[in-house]
């Protein structure tokens, strides 16, 4: 029997993780390493669907998903992970993306959480992960996450998208800067334009998912990814630029006099 074909007996083995074990830079110890990890995703729209399901591939053997919305018809068009049926239903996003994750990967833990992340429960998600995801698209939940891990001490990766134009940073606290370092407050609502009304391309989430679930992989496999290295990125033009964050001594989050 080819070790190639997907059986159940193959996954055990791990051979349907080979591809990402035969890499150098994660191997097969950096593969059981992803095996052995939890990871909390935070929304489960364009960037949490592709970042999921990129992570269920991988073997991450725990996955967390939180969303408190339904599926909607506008999400059609750039959230990877749901169909006609979950739509019909309504279906909390949450439930509707575990159950596609399961027909991708049967071998590991995935829970959905169908709730407003909040500062009320926000501690206990990120304690029981090794590492967060921002899929959310507002700086309220990211202050929130940034917050919660600095706290714990846990690495996440920050990341939006809005039209063709996209960031992503990871962020390990103590080792660099945290979110609240590049913005001390929230920006403020009249200057962020309503994603409603601007548009998200579909290829530029998936390009952010990856750039951001990249950093994740690395954290998870190597102990290391690119620590307060923030990633801009504009796909309709091709274009990519990478600039190095500092850490603000006087930041309100991790600064010197917390
Ligand atoms: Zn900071």
């Given at each position: ?5 997907p ?37 489960c ?11 269920a591939r ?13 599926v ?8 990877l992970?749901?169909d006609?049926?979950?739509?019909l ?9 575990v ?15 169908v ?8 501690d206990?998600l ?20 940034n917050?919660a ?34 913005f001390?407050?929230p ?7 309503p ?11 998936v390009?952010?998912?990856?750039l951001?679930?990249?950093q ?25 630029t ?17």
């Amino acid at each position: 029997m080819t070790t190639d074909i997907p059986t159940p007996e193959n996954a055990a083995a791990g051979a349907r993780y080979a591809r990402h074990a035969r890499l150098s830079f994660i191997g097969q110890a950096g593969q059981e390493k992803i095996e052995k990890s939890s990871v909390l995703i935070i929304g489960c729209g364009s960037l949490g669907c592709a970042q999921a399901a990129f992570l269920a591939r991988a073997g991450v053997g725990r996955l967390t998903l939180a969303d408190r919305d339904t599926v909607q018809a506008p999400n059609m068009a750039t959230q990877l992970l749901y169909d006609e049926i979950d739509l019909l239903e309504r279906a909390p996003k949450a439930e509707a993306a575990v159950r596609r994750l399961r027909t991708i990967n049967s071998g590991i833990a995935i829970e959905p959480v169908v709730a407003d992340i909040s500062a009320a429960n926000i501690d206990p998600l990120v304690d029981k992960a090794d590492l967060i995801l921002d899929a959310t698209d507002n700086f309220e939940t990211r202050f929130l996450i940034n917050e919660a891990a600095v706290k714990a001490g846990k690495p996440w990766i920050y990341g939006g998208v809005l039209g063709t134009d996209g960031m992503a940073m990871a962020i390990l606290p103590g080792r660099g800067p945290c979110l609240r370092c590049l913005f001390a407050l929230p920006p403020p609502e009249s200057r962020l334009p309503p994603p409603d009304a601007f548009g998200v391309l579909s290829t530029a989430a998936v390009w952010v998912a990856a750039l951001q679930t990249t950093q994740a992989l690395k954290a998870l496999a190597c102990g290391g990814a690119d620590w307060g290295r923030m990633h801009t990125l504009d796909i309709w033009n091709g274009t990519v630029t990478t600039a190095e964050v500092p850490r603000d001594p006087a930041c309100p989050c991790c600064g010197d006099a917390k």
